[in-house]
T-cell receptor, first 111, second 115 residues
Framework: GENVEQHPSTLSVQEGDSAVIKCTYS??????FPWYKQELGKGPQLIID?????GEKKDQRIAVTLNKTAKHFSLHITETQPEDSAVYFC??????????FGRGTSLIVHP | DTGVSQDPRHKITKRGQNVTFRCDPI?????LYWYRQTLGQGPEFLTY????????KSRLLSDRFSAERPKGSFSTLEIQRTEQGDSAMYLC?????????????FGPGTRLTVL
């Protein structure tokens, strides 16, 4: 089955800095890669996703990149704000439409 | 608020008791998923329905767990003879088949504590 590794497990930045979270996956058949943000006491919320036929996607301060050859994808957050503090999960989805999640990155943005 | 609701939000029970959780998906979504999430982990897939049919179950879903979606709308997840290891957040998600790569919307979860 699919295996998704996510790093780092904790990321601490100053407000205004950039944050990068990296994930690798094992199944070359995976073709959809969503990123979720989970705040304390809430369910995960989809913030951005990327399909296998695209190398990069951007939405305001958030961008994702995908390298299918190397089987890795990354989340980039620029100009971080305290409200960006949360746990972020990457996931990889293949033909079964069931995502395999990474273990999460706790992002702390210090004001 | 994603439009997926779960009830209750918190449940404390004693070991050996049965518990049942409910999930109401986004109304037009035909797929419904159950996940379990423990501290420091990502959600782990348990089972999913397309309409009222349960199409896939994870090996994590022991015979003490059962899920139903009788009319293809809301779903229930029952855990019989709860064990301390069942303590976790139980998440429900829904999606629309044929949509953007099966984009899933999660509910707020039910946090189960087994004493």
């Amino acid at each position: 089955g699919e295996n998704v590794e996510q790093h780092p497990s904790t990321l601490s930045v100053q407000e205004g800095d950039s944050a990068v979270i990296k994930c690798t996956y094992s199944d070359s058949a995976s073709n959809y890669f969503p990123w979720y943000k989970q705040e304390l006491g809430k369910g995960p919320q989809l913030i951005i996703d990327i399909r296998s036929n695209v190398g990069e996607k951007k939405d305001q301060r958030i961008a994702v990149t995908l390298n299918k050859t190397a089987k890795h994808f990354s989340l980039h957050i620029t100009e971080t704000q305290p409200e960006d503090s949360a746990v972020y999960f990457c996931a990889a989805t293949g033909g079964s439409y069931i995502p395999t999640f990474g273990r999460g990155t706790s992002l702390i943005v210090h004001p | 608020d994603t439009g997926v609701s779960q009830d209750p939000r918190h449940k404390i029970t004693k070991r050996g008791q049965n518990v049942t959780f409910r999930c109401d998906p986004i109304s037009e979504h035909n797929r419904l998923y159950w996940y379990r999430q423990t501290l420091g982990q990502g959600p782990e897939f348990l089972t999913y329905f397309q309409n009222e049919a349960q199409l896939e179950k994870s090996r994590l879903l022991s015979d003490r767990f059962s899920a139903e979606r009788p009319k293809g709308s809301f779903s229930t997840l029952e855990i019989q003879r709860t064990e301390q290891g069942d303590s976790a957040m139980y998440l429900c998600a829904s999606s629309l088949s044929g949509s953007n790569y099966n984009e899933q919307f999660f509910g707020p979860g039910t946090r189960l504590t087994v004493l």
